[in-house]
């Protein structure tokens, strides 16, 4: 028994076929190095089952096994699931620390301290002209420097009062639209993780390598988790289950999510989507609930509306108070501040005095009372406020150049693993080109044998 022509002939063949497969393969790579978001691929190979033939005398004495070429197995993407986890978790720690420092700096930014400008200035000198009224106090520049300066003061904590409450209002604005339902960030993600899942599903249920569309559900997957963190679990369909917020921190600890937002082509958005899965957690979404905490009222913006009250609260009683207590005048003498205006949003100057022009308002004693004030409990609450965001922005900062410089550098890896590398690809298209070209010669000689064989029967 000889062995078939044909057989050597298809050996051949899939030589060819596996090499330009490779080749193609690498021209996809190639073609997209610049592709954001892009995995490279690779070709699978395999040996295809061998070919016993029996009595093979003249070659083996009792027969052998004979190699019938290369199958193509599959098409597959370059990742590594370790990386792309950290990638994500990195990712979202960095855009929590990003809209931690951005607002927080946005605070800082409104107090303009220290500066001629900052409450801190106006408060020195609405005590400086108090000293300045207790040496002088039938003086009407004096006493309209106090007037001035006292109303300036007041001015101050309404802007800054108001600065926070914009502040708060556009960090609820920005939660809320990531959030909606219908048309936000975290609905769009969610959604496409969805269509797609359909989609590679059915692709690779057909047979066919979906590595396009796993580079987009990645990509997708990359996306969602700036705004909280997200934990993917790989289905044997292909399709992916994914969790998210505090539910995703669980499902990393080893917990069951019996509700992820993703769960093959469906979208849970109810149980997702609620402060309670994402206060506590990381990204853009769990720094803004931490920032102002709408139900519970106790994000930092919170406190530091309640410090700011603190300070206008303190100022206006302890000036009012030591304006009635200083001297025989009693309780009958006119409070500075509007007794009822005790926040940061309503302090102001007692619009009585507006109209004491002729008549000093206040007395040498209740002058130097209000003067002795200074560096008291309002400034000093004032003072360490200032002291706390600026010590909060710095940490904010220095944390969100941490998580930058740590995510690039696990971004990095994660590239030299999935991304292309030209002069790789060049020495694969090398490697390839003569495997291609072996193989057709391979095929050219069996040819010239055949044609030799044939001839040598036509003339016998």
Do not use: C
């Amino acid at each position: 028994m000889t062995i078939p022509t044909y057989m050597g002939l298809n050996t051949a063949l899939s030589g060819l076929e596996a090499a330009q497969a490779a080749i193609d393969t690498t021209g996809q790579n190639i073609a997209n190095a610049d592709t954001p978001g892009y995995s490279r691929q690779r070709v699978n190979m395999t040996e295809r089952s061998q070919l016993t033939i029996p009595a093979l005398s003249s070659y083996t004495g009792d027969g052998s096994q004979f190699g019938t070429g290369v199958d193509i197995t599959s098409i597959t993407r370059i990742r590594d699931q370790f990386l792309d986890s950290q990638y994500r978790s990195q990712n979202t720690t960095e855009n929590g620390d990003n809209t931690s420092s951005t607002i927080l700096s946005q605070v800082q930014a409104g107090l303009a301290e220290p500066s001629t400008t900052g409450l801190s200035h106006g408060l020195d000198q609405f005590f400086t002209d108090w000293s300045t009224l207790a040496a002088h106090p039938t003086d009407a520049g004096a006493q309209q420097a106090v007037m001035g300066d006292g109303a300036n003061v007041a001015d101050q904590l309404n802007t800054l009062g108001g600065q926070l409450k914009t502040l708060e209002s556009q960090v609820s604005d920005q939660y809320n639209t990531l959030t909606d339902p219908t048309s936000g960030a975290v609905a769009n993600d969610a959604n496409q993780i969805a269509q797609l899942n359909t989609q590679i599903a059915q692709t690779q249920a057909a047979g066919i390598d979906a590595n396009a569309l796993e580079d987009q559900r990645d990509n997708v997957i990359d996306d969602l988790s700036q705004y909280s963190n997200v934990n993917v679990t790989t289905q044997a369909n292909g399709m992916v289950n994914v969790s998210f917020g505090k539910a995703a921190i669980a499902a990393q600890n080893g917990t069951a999510d019996s509700t992820p937002l993703v769960n093959g082509g469906s979208v849970d958005l109810t149980d997702n989507l609620t402060e309670a899965n994402l206060s506590g957690a990381g990204g853009t979404l769990g720094s803004l609930l931490s920032l102002h905490d709408a139900t519970a009222g106790t994000g930092q913006i919170d406190n530091y509306m309640t410090t700011l009250n603190s300070v206008a609260s303190q100022l206006v009683s302890t000036v009012n108070d030591a304006i009635s207590g200083a001297d025989a005048s009693g309780p009958s003498a006119t409070p500075f501040f509007d007794p009822t205006g005790t926040t940061a949003a309503t302090i102001a100057v007692n619009p009585s005095l507006s109209a004491s022009s002729t008549t000093p308002p206040y007395t040498t004693a209740e002058a130097n009372a209000v003067a002795g004030l200074s560096g008291g409990a309002a400034q000093q609450t004032y003072n360490a406020f200032v002291t706390q965001v600026g010590s909060q922005v710095q940490s904010a900062q220095n944390s969100q150049q941490t998580a930058q410089s740590l995510l690039t550098a696990i971004g990095n890896q994660r590239q030299s693993i999935s991304g292309v590398s030209l002069d790789e690809e060049m020495t694969n298209l090398i490697q390839f080109q003569q495997a291609y070209q072996a193989s057709a010669r391979v095929m050219s000689t069996i040819n010239d044998t055949i044609g030799t064989l044939l001839s040598m029967v036509a003339s016998g």
